[in-house]
């Protein structure tokens, strides 16, 4: 059984495009985040959600819009991509309340914007 | 400069070696450590988590945090060719946002 799955693996996209990543884990983890790793393997937060709320916004531009629809979900969606935005991008999750700071990541997507 | 530093490597040592693996921060409020493995085209895997100062030992992996020079060290006793990734320190401060701060990793490579 897979612990935080992420679909898709790989976007392949054009410039201007609108596109989601979705997100699930089967931890009953009550913390969920979102990373960006770029070429050069730096992995940094974009988001985090404690129990359906916000608790992590860093500075990402207002394109990238994280939707929690409950503790189990997390999805991204991207409006207007730019090149910049080509990345892997993880999403992991975590059990706070149940004191277990550990973070767990998924398998990644790969967005490659032309 | 960054918040996290780790030298990229590539690091090439001989099957059976003992590797050393480090970081250096810059912010002395970071109380909780990990390292996580990444291997290639996957998502990074816990290995080793320490709060504060010490050593902890897991198998043939042993974390050590010197927090006086904000210096932590990951050493793999025995390593195999399994072991070539991509080991990236991480850490946190103690609040509830959980938030981690990355090093950008360094990767190793065991040759058999």
């Known amino acids: 059984d897979t612990a935080v799955s992420q679909t898709p693996k790989y976007l392949v996209t054009q410039m201007g495009n609108d596109k989601s990543i979705k997100c699930e884990q089967n931890?009953?983890?009550?913390?969920m985040y979102w990373y960006k790793q770029d070429s050069k393997k730096f992995l940094k937060i974009m988001f985090s959600?404690?129990?359906?709320?916000?608790?992590i916004n860093e500075t990402v531009p207002n394109r990238f819009s994280p939707k929690s629809p409950d503790k189990a979900h997390l999805n991204l969606h991207i409006n207007s991509l730019e090149l910049g935005d080509s990345a892997v991008y993880f999403c992991?999750?975590?059990?706070?309340?149940?004191?277990?700071?550990?973070?767990?990541f998924g398998p990644g997507t790969r967005l490659t914007v032309t | 400069q960054k918040e996290v530093e780790q030298d990229p490597g590539p690091l090439s040592v001989p099957e059976g070696a003992i590797v050393s693996l480090n970081c250096t921060y810059s912010?002395?409020?970071?109380?909780?450590f990990m390292w996580y493995r990444q291997y290639s085209r996957k998502g990074p895997e816990l290995l080793m988590y320490?709060?504060?100062?010490g050593n902890k030992e897991d198998g043939r992996f042993t974390a050590q945090v010197d927090k006086s020079s904000k210096y932590i060290s990951l050493f793999i006793r025995d390593s195999q060719p399994s072991d070539s990734a991509t080991y990236l320190c991480?850490?946190?401060?103690?609040?509830?946002?959980?938030?981690?701060?990355f090093g950008g990793g360094t990767r190793l490579m065991v040759k058999p």
């Open positions: 992991a999750s975590s059990n706070i309340a149940g004191g277990l700071h550990e973070q767990y």
């Open positions: 931890l009953g983890h009550d913390t």
């Open positions: 959600y404690n129990n359906k709320e916000l608790i």
């Open positions: 912010n002395s409020a970071f109380q909780y």
């Open positions: 320490t709060y504060s100062s």
């Open positions: 991480a850490m946190r401060v103690n609040n509830a946002g959980n938030m981690l701060t």
